[in-house]
């Protein structure tokens, strides 16, 4: 964000660069903040938010899984949310909700300690540079945490170090992003994004048991390809179906959907973009901005 922009923290509007913590913030020192990522496209009839009401949803969740009391409601943060993006006269954006233990005391118990609430939104554009023509991906020998461990279904800032690792691994081995498996050896997702695999004319994607993340995307694409008489399919996958799939794509609200055209130096299909996922990608953005009267409901306008 750049600091002449306006951020909304604590139920007030005020510049970005005067939304500072202390470096010993126990959000920055342990990982204890939750967060939200939601887009905001450009439509014809202006900027719209695409289904801000499920991100509110989740982020409210989250709080409630990570037992954090935000001192506001659900209908303060959808409203912060809109505002931030209207005040800062935005026509697409990414916008960010974050709560945060805002407290410099050091120790990890959160007890006593002040909860902040932030919401900033800023132009983005691809997560991936090269997501137009396709991902280059390697499976990771880190395994994807599941609920023993951490709450899979939250996002929590801390939860995410498993996916910087992932990524880290899979960037220095020359590749574009990583894919984890989950703690049985079974596909989970990747660090950010959700995925789903072409056979046969049908879609396949891991299911709620693989310790995925239930993306806002993933729900999207379950609805719209139903809705384009594709069949879906939810269930564990093998890593080797993964090398044998027609074609294979990442889908989340920074992703968006994104090819992946070759995993672990195998090609998937003939190793380009498949016409099914163009055609599931076609749709998602024709929704997103607005030409599909049909989902219309999915956007919240801006004004």
């Not at 037992?67 to 809109?82: K, N, P, S, V, Y």
């Not at 991902?135 to 709450?151: A, E, M, Q, V």
């Not at 894919?179 to 950010?192: F, Q, S, Y």
């Not at 498949?274 to 030409?291: A, D, M, P, W």
């Amino acid at each position: 964000m750049a600091e002449n922009q306006k951020c909304w923290l604590n139920g007030k509007l005020i510049p970005y660069s005067e939304a500072n913590v202390p470096i010993m913030t126990h959000s920055l020192q342990y990982g204890s903040g939750i967060f939200e990522g939601i887009r905001a496209y450009e439509t014809a009839e202006g900027p719209a938010i695409f289904r801000l009401d499920e991100h509110v949803n989740r982020f409210m969740k989250t709080a409630k899984i990570y037992m954090m009391d935000l001192g506001f409601t659900r209908e303060q943060i959808r409203e912060a949310i809109i505002e931030t993006v209207r005040e800062n006269h935005l026509k697409s954006a990414y916008i960010r909700p974050f709560a945060f233990y805002d407290d410099s005391r050091v120790g990890v118990s959160t007890y006593g300690k002040k909860i902040s609430v932030f919401v900033g939104a800023f132009e983005f554009g691809k997560y991936f540079s090269n997501a137009d023509a396709g991902l280059k991906c390697k499976i990771s020998s880190l395994r994807r945490f599941d609920s023993s461990s951490l709450p899979t279904q939250a996002k929590g800032s801390g939860n995410y170090l498993n996916s910087v690792l992932a990524m880290k691994e899979a960037r220095r081995s020359g590749f574009d992003e990583a894919i984890l498996l989950d703690r049985n050896g079974m596909v989970a997702e990747g660090p950010g994004e959700n995925i789903f695999l072409v056979r046969d004319g049908r879609l396949i994607t891991p299911g709620e048991d693989s310790s995925i993340l239930l993306g806002i995307t993933r729900m999207s694409l379950l609805e719209v390809v139903k809705d384009m008489g594709i069949q879906v399919i939810e269930r564990y996958v093998h890593r080797e179906e993964i090398y044998v799939a027609d074609e294979l794509f990442f889908c989340g609200t920074a992703a968006e959907i994104t090819p992946i055209l070759n995993v672990d130096g195998t090609d998937i299909g003939n190793g380009k973009v498949g016409s099914l996922t163009s055609q599931i990608r076609e749709k998602f953005f024709n929704i997103v901005q607005g030409k599909d009267s049909k989902y219309s409901k999915w956007l919240t306008p801006v004004k």
